[in-house]
Nanobody, 120 residues
């Protein structure tokens, strides 16, 4: 069974930084794409950042220049470095992994989420 476990969320003041981690555990897969999503109460889920197996990255306009997504393939882990945090960044952040299975299939897994709260 594949699991994605997020960590690194918490309470931070505006202008502060947090680094989120998403570790994929299990066997029988390789990671194609790793994404970070977020969802705040009353808002739609938003794709924040994406990194491909080739290292290409994409960011939502709202976080460009402030957030950086990266991955450590040896650890099957993706990171989201969040700088210059704003109150509007407050949300539950959840990672999403597009996996290539050794059985020949392709499957998406979600983490359970980590809360990020930006408040003074």
């Amino acid at each position: 069974q594949v699991q994605l476990v997020e960590s690194g969320g918490g309470l931070v003041q505006p202008g502060g930084s947090l680094r989120l981690s998403c570790a994929a555990s299990g066997s029988g897969f390789s990671i194609n794409i790793m994404d970070w999503y977020r969802q705040a109460p009353g808002k739609q889920r938003e794709l924040v950042a994406r990194i491909t197996s080739g290292g290409s990255t994409n960011y939502a306009d709202s976080v460009k220049g402030r957030f950086t997504i990266s991955r450590d393939n040896a650890k099957n882990t993706v990171y989201l470095q969040m700088n210059s945090l704003k109150p509007e960044d407050t949300a539950v952040y959840r990672c999403n992994a597009d996996l290539l299975l050794q059985s020949g299939g392709r499957r998406t897994y979600w983490g359970q989420g980590t809360q990020v709260t930006v408040s003074s």
